[in-house]
Nanobody, 120 residues
């Protein structure tokens, strides 16, 4: 079971750190979905955190990481903009996804999500 936390309402330019517990799967990702928009893979990470991939729009602002000892996945977000407003979910795959690991259809297990709202 994946459980996210850390979502909040912040001003543009602010920062947040999202957490996802029970992250013992080898491949994990953060995904967001804004109202009326398709689900978007943001960042993915491998088992030991040695390899990460990001979608271009967040590459210089978000950082995915994981603490194996705490069985927790993180997403550190900085420089938030109103367009980042969405429900953020963690997702897990027992096997290596293809390509950049950002295709959300390749993930089997999902959390319920945590809301991030960025106001201007």
């Amino acid at each position: 079971q994946l459980v996210e936390s850390g979502g909040d309402s912040v001003q543009a330019g602010g920062s947040l750190r999202l957490s996802c517990t029970a992250s013992g799967f080898p491949f994990m990702a953060w995904v967001r979905q804004a109202p009326g928009k398709a689900r978007q893979g943001l960042a993915a990470i491998d088992r030991d955190g040695s390899t990460t991939n990001y979608v271009g729009s967040v590459r210089d602002r978000f950082t995915i990481s994981r603490d194996v000892s705490k069985d927790t996945l993180y997403l550190q977000m900085a420089g938030l903009i109103p367009e980042d407003t969405a429900t953020y979910c963690c997702a897990a795959s027992p096997s290596r996804p293809p390509g950049t690991w950002l295709d959300t259809d390749e993930y089997t297990y999902w959390g319920q999500g945590t809301q991030v709202t960025v106001s201007s």
